[in-house]
Each structure stands twice: as C-alpha cells, then as structure tokens.
C-alpha cells in the first residue's frame, strides 16, 4: 500500500484484507494448475489476475478509511510472495533460466539487507517510488505472458517475444530502482535522523 494516514488498530475483518486474503489463496491454486495439470491458460489468468490487482486491496483501504495493521504487513508480504512464487515455479519447469532467477533474488536480498541494515540505525525504510512499483509491475507481467509462450500450442510465435521483452526491461528497471532506494538509504543515513516514510 502507499503511504496513507497510520493504522489505528489490526483491523482483521475489512474488505481489503479479504481481497488480500483471496490474492493469496491464488498462489497455491497457480501452482496446482501449473505444476499438476495441463490448465496452462487458466495458470496464466489466475497469475495475472493476483498479481495484476496488487493495487486494489490498497485503494479499497483508503477509499473504505479501512487502513489497518494487519493490512499493511499483509499486502507487501502477499506481492512479494507472489512474484517469488512464479519466479521459482517458472525456473522449475523450465521458463526462466537460472541466471536470471538468480538476478531477481540477489535484488530481493539486497532489499531485505538494507531495511535490516536502516531498522538497525533506527530508520523506517525509504519511501517507495514510482520506478521501484513500474519495475515490479513490469517484471510480474511477464510470468503469465511466459507460461503462456512456453506451454500453450501455437502461442509462442506472439507470446515469447512480449515475454522475454517485459522481463528483460522488468529485471534492468528492477535493480535500477534498488539503485535508487540504496541512494535514498545513503541519504537517510548521511542526515542522521529517523524519518518516518513508509513503503507500499
């Protein structure tokens, strides 16, 4: 979610975590159609539809002032989650080499090690910005298009082109958006106080 007024309480019960709730139940069901069955198409909808709605369950919360707790901790976890999922689902079976693979997670690490590294020095971590959500948008919006190129018939043709063009964009806009949050965590650093931004 982006930044909004602070929660006042965990707030289990709401509209947007039940959306986040059912994005989330779309991940088992992504891996059972894409790793169990031969529902390639219904696999690709089911990817892209909960990791295409990412923003819904956000806007419902500020639309709703049904901002909670449980909300924003839910929400990042459920995008990472599904980004991850695909990522090591795709490499199983084939669709994404290894190189790459490896190119997405050390990113997640370094992200995960400078929040580590800013929460040890008392600082919230850098505010989310635009590039950092357009490199994740474009980065996702490659998996279904790639499922869709590698195991449907006749899809290829049109699908692996658009595929392997939103991932190799995604994956540079990617690590050029962890450029920019470790820039901003410098900053944070060198001004020698806490700020209290809060990421999507």
Known sequence: ??????????GV??????VTAVRLAGIPLFCYLLLATEHYWQAAVVLAVGGGTDWVDGQLARRLNQVSKLGRLLDPFVDRLYILT??????????????FTLAVLVREATMVGLV??????????????????????VVFMSF?????????EN???????????LAWWGLALYWAAALVYLWQAAGLMRGGRARAHVVA
Not at 13 to 18: G, I, V
């Open 1 to 10: 979610m982006s930044k909004s007024a602070a929660p006042t309480g965990w």
């Open 13 to 18: 019960w709401t509209w947007p975590n039940l």
């Open 86 to 99: 695909a990522l090591l689902a795709l490499t199983y079976v084939h669709l994404l080499p290894w190189p």
């Open 116 to 137: 580590i590294v800013l929460r040890w020095h008392g600082y919230a971590p850098p505010q989310v910005h635009f590039l950092g959500k357009s490199a994740t948008s």
């Open 144 to 152: 279904p298009v790639l499922v869709v190129a590698g195991l449907v």
């Open 155 to 165: 899809a290829d043709v049109w699908a692996a082109p658009l595929g392997w063009a």
